[in-house]
């Protein structure tokens, strides 16, 4: 087993003593209430189930407004000859249209007004559950406080970045717009 003082190098060590030591345990989050919320998809992947092995789609979606701003729900599509209308569906209100889609990131800024609703187990567990969700808009994503100024892209590429007004990703195929 390692020790402490092996991972916290330096002088971070009583930084951290200090701050476990001012700090107060976190909430358990439990489940959401049911009900319709505010939230962009913050992304998309494949998955299989860890039980039976059924292929899958993941959507998690952060709620974006009121008391649980900040808190993720998951909406599971399952790629099955039984379930691919509904996955499609689904997948077709935030634009993917070809599984090869589901290789690629979600687009950031999709706002969806997401009906979770609650649900319980044989033994009790009480879990959230995404019913349904409506596509509401776009949002321009937050910018990246770490991404480069213009005035840095610029100096970088020698002055010669792309004014055309074509996406740099554009290859011709009219591609560069899908998700």
Same mark, same amino acid.
């Given at each position: 087993?390692?020790?402490?003082?092996?991972? #916290?190098?330096?002088?971070?060590?009583?930084?951290?003593?200090?701050?476990?030591?001012?700090?107060?345990?976190?909430?358990?989050?439990?489940? @959401? &209430?049911?009900?319709?919320? $505010?939230?962009?998809?913050?992304?998309?992947?494949?998955?299989?189930? !860890?039980?039976?092995?059924?292929?899958?789609?993941?959507?998690?979606?952060?709620?974006?407004?009121?008391?649980?701003? +900040?808190? %993720?729900?998951?909406?599971? #599509?399952?790629?099955?000859?039984?379930?691919?209308?509904?996955?499609?569906?689904?997948?077709?209100? @935030?634009?993917?249209?070809?599984?090869?889609? %589901?290789?690629? &990131?979600?687009? @950031?800024?999709?706002?969806?007004? $997401?009906? $979770?609703?609650?649900? !319980?187990?044989?033994?009790?567990?009480?879990?959230? !559950?995404?019913?349904?969700?409506?596509? @509401?808009?776009?949002?321009? &994503?937050?910018?990246?406080?770490?991404? &480069?100024?213009?005035?840095?892209?610029?100096?970088?590429? +020698?002055?010669?970045?792309?004014?055309?007004?074509?996406?740099?990703?554009?290859?011709?195929?009219?591609?560069?717009?899908?998700?």
């Amino acid at each position: 087993m390692g020790k402490l003082s092996d991972i #916290l190098s330096g002088s971070g060590t009583d930084d951290i003593r200090n701050l476990w030591d001012a700090s107060d345990e976190a909430e358990d989050y439990g489940p @959401l &209430p049911p009900g319709e919320y $505010v939230a962009h998809v913050a992304s998309g992947e494949l998955f299989t189930s !860890r039980t039976n092995h059924t292929p899958g789609y993941k959507l998690t979606f952060r709620l974006i407004e009121g008391e649980y701003a +900040g808190r %993720l729900v998951w909406h599971d #599509l399952w790629l099955t000859p039984a379930a691919i209308p509904l996955t499609k569906r689904d997948l077709g209100k @935030l634009g993917v249209t070809s599984l090869e889609q %589901l290789e690629r &990131p979600i687009p @950031l800024g999709i706002r969806c007004r $997401v009906k $979770v609703v609650l649900r !319980r187990d044989d033994d009790g567990t009480e879990y959230n !559950r995404v019913r349904r969700f409506d596509v @509401l808009g776009i949002d321009k &994503p937050e910018s990246d406080p770490f991404a &480069p100024t213009d005035t840095a892209d610029d100096a970088a590429d +020698g002055g010669t970045a792309n004014t055309s007004g074509e996406s740099a990703a554009d290859d011709g195929t009219g591609d560069a717009a899908d998700v």
